[in-house]
């Protein structure tokens, strides 16, 4: 019997040698921070959007602001916001307590903003709270993104001192009130818990210190085993050795588990604060630390926006235990009982923002590969607007469901009807809002930046600007009067005959550059492509920032070379900007976690063409808006300035738009990814995308106007069928570089030397004039148009 009570004593110390031995070889295999917390880990590096910028007469709907604020992590509260991260809302009028915060372009204190937005969606009011007006206003940009690890844990360290009194004694009194007793192991709590649990013949108390709970987190699985329990006690002990107290409670604050952002996990009480309050660890309330610290038990059972009674009730259990320890009086005791919850809505950035997110993370590791990004701390500032990214997102989706309801056999389950979107700040070249596809969730291919397809008569203006533009010293040989043969003819190709036609398969006659470009006519592009030659139109593309490989062919003008959208919208850009061409960028800072600049990315960019080439070729671009292929846009409630293109490839494979103003130039796409037919023109596929996020981006009447730049002219000019333009006939205002314009007026003897046909076409000419009313006729002698001639000239803007 001895043998056999000896033989067990000897087999149990093994089996406690055995544990002692497993927890002391994890404590010297895995980290375990010497003073308690992590110096270098800092949280996730984050990515935010660009700061709002609050100035009067800024566009700026109420929906919007509230999103921003939500993004911001904000919280609405129903009287006047009295901590930082508060904001009241009454309609269209705000009251926001902000946050001061750091970017690359400085400091932003904090402070009460009042904002007032008028039913038109503009701010009419910018103030403080003593109600004096200010000129303008910056609010902390949202977090779209995060470095998160391969664990994906959100975790931001923060010291004991750090954290709010209310929320540490919450902590210890809930789930260990003799924690600054025991030495990591609590008899009296353990024999309890088991007591209550037989009692209720469940598991309704655990019997773990707070030292033990932050052993089992650190270097234990979750699983509930008697091995993993037996680990946990020698782990606990050796970690009361190594560490005091407040290091042990810090730890342990950093890194208890809180509940689920999506699928991000978040771990410790600041990045919980965060999410559920908006406001850091420090500035919590009573009432909110008492919720947080009843979540210890059951993050997932007590989540507030999941069963905010039950986590109310969790959160009153605290509250209850607080006062009978004497770590709160009864006052405070029912003034938290009375508040609610105060948890701030839940809120995620644009699921297509991921697109944007994704390139940033890219370009974040190729430049930074040897930093933790994961746990450094760093701040990301973008570019990407947040309101117009939801603007896109939604003209996106709503616009492929209207083309899908227009045409139902579109809406194809194995191959789905896709579209990208694509905004650009043309002077600096901020990307400020980029959907790539239709669905991130299903498809994360980037339409924008990695699609290349045929961009179809999008390409023209290509061609328009190499025919506008001089030749070295030597002047240009095609203005917008210009007249070009809308007639059959035939080419020899590598590939056999090839015989341009238009969209509509018919014919008009000589027409002006200005109604190819306008009506987005094949057959004239074609001879003017011709006329100037494909190598010359390759070179205007590369001023304009088009990479892509471009085969210098006959149907080059036609847009039979793939590019991006990036691409082409980026050189709608060059136009808006009058002829510079920025590097486009979606960073535009970063600064690491103490908030020193790792790197800054200021615009760059070349001046590319001559503006007053650009001013011609805008001027007929606006026409293709006012009253050529693009027109439609017109009936979504933009009034302002603006400029665009319609391309549609054959088969009608693909559907383009690129539009711009002056501030701001967005393209649109639209196609199957296997090639088949939308049958429908761009103007029905893609106009109305870039239509209905126009008008609530800028407003009805956009932001500002064209400028005219040095070396244009205008005049009036009339362009007969077989007759070149002329001056001192009427006519309506052309658009021409200085010089270029004609120098010689009218002759009406002409159209009698043109016979039959001449007469014809002076009828012609004449009944036009007489359908125009408020126009008068021409005095007695004048004509149409004889050759190419000048008269009065006089500066104008472009149509």
């Given amino acids: 019997m001895k ?92 009251e926001i307590a902000t946050r001061p915060f750091f970017d690359i372009e400085g400091e932003q204190p904090g402070g009460t903003v009042r904002v007032r937005i008028s039913d038109e969606a503009r701010i009419e009011d910018v103030s403080n709270a003593q109600g004096e007006p200010l000129e303008g206003w910056r609010l902390e940009g949202a977090v779209l993104g995060a470095f998160y690890g391969e664990d994906a844990r959100d975790r931001e ?118 999410h559920y309050f908006g406001t850091d660890a420090s500035s919590l309330r009573l009432s909110q630390a008492a919720l947080l610290a009843g979540m210890l038990r059951g993050p997932i059972l007590y989540e507030p926006r999941r069963d905010p009674e039950l986590a109310r009730t969790r959160r009153d259990e605290v509250l209850a235990q607080m006062r009978d320890q004497g770590r709160i009086d009864e006052a405070r005791y029912a003034a938290a009982v009375a508040e609610p919850l105060g948890v701030r809505d839940p809120w995620s950035p644009p699921s297509s923002a991921r697109w944007f997110v994704d390139g940033v993370r890219r370009e974040a590791l190729e430049r930074f590969p040897s930093v933790d990004l994961a746990r450094a701390g760093w701040r990301f500032d973008t570019t990407l607007d947040l309101r117009l990214q939801r603007l896109a997102e939604k003209s996106v989706v709503e616009g492929l469901a209207h083309v899908e309801e227009r045409t139902p056999k579109l809406r194809r389950e194995d191959v789905p009807l896709q579209g990208a979107f694509v905004a650009i700040e043309p002077k600096t070249g901020a990307v400020y809002a980029l959907v790539g596809g239709r669905d991130y969730g299903s498809a994360q291919f980037d339409h924008v930046r990695e699609a290349r397809r045929q961009p179809g008569s999008l390409f023209k203006p290509v061609a328009a600007l190499a025919a506008l533009s001089p030749e070295g010293s030597t002047p240009p040989r095609f203005t917008l009067a210009t007249l070009l043969d809308d007639e059959p003819f035939a080419l020899d190709t590598p590939q056999g005959l090839w015989q341009p036609a238009n969209h509509d398969e018919g014919y008009r006659g000589p027409v002006t550059l200005r109604e190819a470009i306008e009506h987005s006519l094949n057959v004239p592009m074609v001879r003017l492509g011709q006329q100037v030659g494909a190598r010359r139109i390759v070179r205007a593309a590369r001023r304009l920032g088009i990479e892509s490989p471009l085969h210098a062919v006959p149907s080059l003008v036609l847009g039979t070379s793939e590019t991006t959208l990036l691409e082409m919208t980026r050189a709608y850009a060059v136009l808006a900007a009058r002829g510079w061409r920025a590097d486009l ?38 026409g293709v808006v006012d009253h050529g292929t693009g027109a439609s846009v017109r009936a979504y409630g933009f009034h302002g300035p603006l400029a665009g293109k319609t391309g549609t490839t054959d088969d009608y494979r693909d559907a383009w738009f690129v539009g711009f103003t002056p501030g701001l130039v967005a393209g649109v796409w639209v196609g ?21 996020f126009i008008a609530p981006a800028l407003g009805k009447r956009g932001w500002r106007d064209f400028q005219l730049p040095p070396g244009v002219e205008e005049i009036r000019v009339v362009a007969a069928p077989g007759h070149p333009a002329g001056v001192r006939c009427g006519g309506e205002p052309e658009v021409f570089l200085e010089g270029t314009g004609p120098v010689e007026g009218c002759d009406p003897f002409q159209w009698l030397e043109a016979g039959t046909s001449g007469i014809n076409s002076f009828a012609d000419w004449l009944r036009e004039r007489l359908r125009m009313p408020g126009d008068e006729l021409p005095p007695v002698g004048a004509g149409p148009p004889g050759p190419r001639s000048a008269g009065e000239v006089r500066p104008g803007a472009p149509r």
Wanted: charged share 25%; glycine share 8%; with cysteine.
């Fill in 672 to 692: 199957f990814d296997d090639g088949a037919s939308l049958n429908q023109s761009a103007s029905r596929a893609a106009v109305p995308i870039f239509g209905a």
């Fill in 157 to 274: 360290p923060v010291r004991l001192d750090a954290l709010s009194d209310d929320l540490v004694e919450a902590v210890i009194a809930i789930e260990d009130q003799r924690f600054f007793e025991h030495a990591g192991f609590d008899p009296r709590r353990t024999v309890g818990a088991l007591l209550s649990n037989l009692r209720a013949g469940r598991i309704v108390e655990g019997g773990s210190t707070l030292t033990q709970q932050l052993a089992k987190n650190l270097y234990l699985t979750r699983e509930r085993t008697l091995w993993r329990k037996l680990q946990e006690l020698p782990l606990a002990l050796m970690l009361e050795w190594r560490l005091d107290k407040r290091e042990i409670l810090e730890a342990y604050c950093n890194e208890v588990y809180l509940g689920q952002a999506g699928g991000v996990a978040i771990h410790g009480v600041d990045a919980a604060s965060r």
């Fill in 585 to 622: 960028r979606t960073l535009v800072g970063v600064r690491d976690a103490d908030g020193a600049i790792v790197a800054e990315e200021p615009p760059t960019g070349t001046h590319a063409v001559d503006p007053a080439v650009v001013h011609v070729l805008t001027s007929a671009l606006r």
């Fill in 3 to 94: 043998r056999w009570l000896l033989f067990g004593s000897a087999a149990a110390a093994l089996f406690a040698l055995a544990i002692l031995a497993s927890a002391l070889v994890r404590l010297l295999a895995l980290e375990l921070p010497s003073r308690g917390l992590d110096q270098t880990a800092r949280g996730p590096s984050r990515i935010y959007s660009r700061p709002l910028a609050l100035r009067l007469g800024a566009q700026l709907s109420a929906a919007a602001l509230a999103d921003h604020l939500a993004g911001g992590g904000y919280r609405r509260v129903e009287g006047p916001p009295e901590r930082a991260g508060e904001y009241a809302r009454k309609g269209r009028r705000f």
